[in-house]
């Protein structure tokens, strides 16, 4: 095997051995075993470098080994897979089985990391990933205490996942216990959102580029929304869901993670401590609501039977296995946060997220204020000023995507919102990570920018504590529900109405190949119609076209169902999620051929008939399958 080599800009890491708890989990399989394969194959793991696992399986070393072998082939994020690399992994991996209540397991467990410190010449380096429930941090910890690790020459450093302590109390507590035998410097709290390219990105693009910091303030900022929807349900992981929640689960941490990137002041320098006390500092400045007011800022819901994305039937969130079939546990959640400091005052910060969704996107989206409309009076775009918005693609797109008003070339004055986009599958060669390696990597060499310090975490949980109590003492009628693959409830719409803003959904060109009639569009098509379409809200009962009016538009529902009225306002057919109608307006000049009214809430998408024109050139077989289903359906009415 080919040692790892590395370049000077990015040496590797220390040598060390990495102490595993919690070996045989999910976690092991999926991210860190193929974060640490990347790590080998990109030359930053040292020669003196070895892994120990412990968790209660019944494994030694070589069936540990063959287990990580068979799931390597699965999870490994490499576009080629490099049997010799692995091999060099696979030679540094250990395990023993433990009982974390034994003492003498822990005292078996030192004898044999001190073998191995002198087999790989590891200088006595110790990082402990505890890839385990928060219940059982403190007793691993107090273990390592007691059996000696202290006393090993070299640094000791501990990885602590994620959730951090289930609620404030807890997480106080935590911070407390660790805190007694170790210190704040050698606790290494992760969020894998932190090692996410397009996270880190929003340090760099904020203050790398001069031109944004004179915007980033109430002046010219409306609002930032920020979306992480997921479409996979509980999956699996009931167990720990259930017990968790959307807010503990991804909001405390990994949603706060990078709105404190996005709205923190400039750090004065990329020193740990220069990053993290401007984090801190955000996360303290965010108002702590009252009690009575979670439901004027916060919004709680859970998944109700549904459809997949695959148009497959999904189970209600309570009927979901190890899920409690009574259990008032979010799936979704949408706040309303304000920053109390200068430079955000009066600036709503919009957040959401939830399982069980009908697209998967993590998405950040800063309005700007809009340009004042009065020189467009009188002119064909009168109306037509949109904000300025700056959208952060956080995954699975990746990209910076920056919406103006552009003029359309004609002899008339007519605007017409266009994107300067950046995609980082254009511009960067990297192939795509688990987000797990920058943060091993960094751990390694001490460097802790991208780990939490315990002020942040605790000023996080303080803000959502409110939302915690009061949806925990909400009557169970209180938790309203939404269909499993839809756009999540009703009610975090209303919450923005009320503000007279509306989430931005972003449509990408995953969510577009989705709908039936775009499916073998080419993605050319896809990325201008993504930006064409208007996403637009009515509510039950909500008239959206009228027989005998004329349009120039047609609609793509996106969420809800709508009812078709024949000419005596009787329903003669429904139509659901991914179903389009109104094509005539769009296609020809003749009147609409049927009223469609809204059955409950409905998103609909509007296709107007000028941008649908431009788009055609890219995709001129849209025209005709719209056409058909157009006659077909006038023929019908
Ligand atoms: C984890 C949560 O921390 O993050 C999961 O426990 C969630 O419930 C996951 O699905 C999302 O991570 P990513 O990287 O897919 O956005």
Redesign the pocket.
Known sequence: MTSPSSSSDTPPADPCLMLLFGASGDLTKRLLTPALLNLVCDGLLPDEFAIMGMAMDDMDDASFRAKLENEIRTYSTRTHFEPERWEWLKQRIHYMPGNFGKKEDFTALLARCNELDVKFQLKGNLLVYLAISPTLINLVTSQLDDAGFKERQGWLRIIVE?PFGTDLQSARMLSQQLLTRWREKQIYRID??LG?ETVQNLISFRFANGIFEPLWNKNHIDHIQFS?L?T?GAEG?GG??DK?GVVR??IQ??MFQMLAYLCMEPPASFDPDAVRNEKGKLVQALRVVRFDEVPEYGVHAQYAPGKKADGSNAIAYRSEPQVDPQSRTETYAAMKLHIDNWRWEGVPIYLRSG?ALWKRG?EIVVQFKKAPQVIFRNTPSARLIDNNQLIFHI?PDQAVEFRVQAKKPGPNLVLQKVDMRFDYSEAFEAGRAT?YEVLLYSAMLGDTTLFSRSDFVEASWQVVQPFLDYWKAAPASEMPTYPAGSWGPSEAYDMLERDGRRWHEVVNRDVLARVPDLAGAPSTFLHSLALMLEPNAVGPGDTIIHKGDMGTEMFYICRGEVEILDGKNQPVARLGEGSSFGEVGLLLDMPRTATVRAIGNCDLFILRRESFRRALKDYPELHTILLERANKRAGLS
């Open positions: 994620k894998h959102y996410k992480v997921e996979v992981r720990y869901y968790s689960d991804m941490n990994h399982k993590t995954q987000g």
